[in-house]
């Protein structure tokens, strides 16, 4: 068993131990940290914000859609291949269920580059202060990044501060996280 797949398997028991009620209130605790982290970063700017759909065991992503009417918001749809693409989301968006069993927005329109600044918060398993990240191991946000990374202007993790890890191996093609919001704050990550 890699070092990664073990860290994986110790990220993912600690974040079970948590309560649904820890779960919760660190969710809101974490939504509102990154409220006022993107305000105090990008100010009144308008936003295209790349969010995932959480499933049950992550950081609840459910209300960060919409928080903010000037920015668009994006939910990635996720091709057989673990390919992605990103399509807005509205407040009357069809959601179904996708490859990877996660809810996917229908009938939005795709994110272009350039058309705004562009934020994209990540899931992850795991993180280290230098902004490494371990995801469920498909790699779908590694790809989608290395061919985008020149048109997000941050890169953000969402994750309960037991997540941490001392270190995380990274590859060749691992591209870091700028920041890392918990429940207790914002994490400014090594690497920038």
């Not at 890699?2 to 974040?15: G, N, S, Y």
């Not at 953000?156 to 704050?185: M, R, Y």
């Amino acid at each position: 068993m890699t070092i990664k797949i073990r860290l994986r398997q110790h990220c993912m028991e600690r974040r079970q131990a948590l309560s649904q009620q820890q779960k919760e209130a660190f969710s809101q605790r974490i939504q509102h940290h990154l409220t006022h982290f993107l305000d105090s970063l990008f100010s009144q700017q308008s936003l295209n914000i790349l969010c995932y759909q959480s499933l049950p065991s992550e950081v609840s992503t459910k209300n960060i859609f919409h928080q903010k009417p000037q920015h668009i918001y994006y939910a990635p749809i996720t091709h057989h291949r673990g390919d992605m693409d990103w399509q807005s989301v509205e407040p009357k968006t069809i959601w179904r269920t996708g490859h990877f069993q996660i809810n996917e927005p229908t009938g939005g329109q795709l994110w272009r580059a350039n058309t705004r600044p562009t934020i994209l918060i990540c899931p992850l398993v795991g993180f280290d202060l230098h902004g490494n990240r371990i995801g469920m191991g498909k790699g779908c946000f590694d790809r989608w990044l290395a061919n985008h990374q020149q048109h997000i202007q941050h890169i953000l993790g969402l994750a309960f501060s037991c997540q941490e890890c001392s270190h995380i191996p990274i590859e060749t093609h691992d591209i870091p996280l700028h920041n890392v919001i918990t429940e207790k704050g914002y994490i400014s990550c090594q690497n920038t």
